[in-house]
């Protein structure tokens, strides 16, 4: 996870309450409380972090806790104090011991590609 990333360009902290649609370039970390959709290369949910509305994202680690739906291109990684109360869909799913998902989840094979085959019709 986080590969050929730069560091983590966006930080909302423990203190910090915000409401509102997000779309951030890159990796954001959030300590704090956030109320809306967010979308974003990369997220880092902290233990403290709360979130109340839906992830659109290639990975995500969630420490705290998170009210919505996750839709995540590549990874989501619950830690230990993770909480997450929604349904989960993603290629890779990593629950630690102590995790919470309180939802369904919908996982599918990274570069999958549906084949179709015709039956061959013979002649009699």
């Known amino acids: 996870m986080f590969k050929n990333n730069k560091g983590i360009e966006s930080i909302i902290g423990v203190q910090t309450e915000t409401k509102g649609d997000m779309k951030v370039?890159?990796?954001?970390?959030?300590?704090?409380?956030?109320?809306?959709?967010?979308?974003?290369?990369?997220?880092?949910?902290?233990e403290s972090g709360h979130l109340k509305g839906d992830i659109t994202t290639r990975g995500v680690i969630i420490g705290g806790k998170v009210e919505g739906r996750i839709n995540?291109?590549?990874?989501?990684?619950?830690?230990?104090?993770?909480?997450?109360?929604?349904?989960?869909?993603?290629?890779?799913?990593?629950?630690?011991?102590?995790?919470?998902?309180?939802?369904?989840?919908?996982?599918?094979?990274e570069n999958s590609t549906v084949v179709k085959f015709q039956q061959k019709k013979e002649d009699h």
């Open 72 to 109: 995540a291109d590549e990874s989501i990684e619950i830690k230990p104090k993770g909480h997450i109360i929604g349904d989960v869909t993603t290629s890779k799913l990593i629950i630690s011991e102590g995790g919470i998902l309180e939802g369904q989840s919908i996982m599918y094979r």
């Open 25 to 46: 370039k890159g990796t954001i970390r959030i300590d704090g409380t956030v109320e809306g959709t967010l979308e974003a290369d990369w997220i880092i949910l902290g």
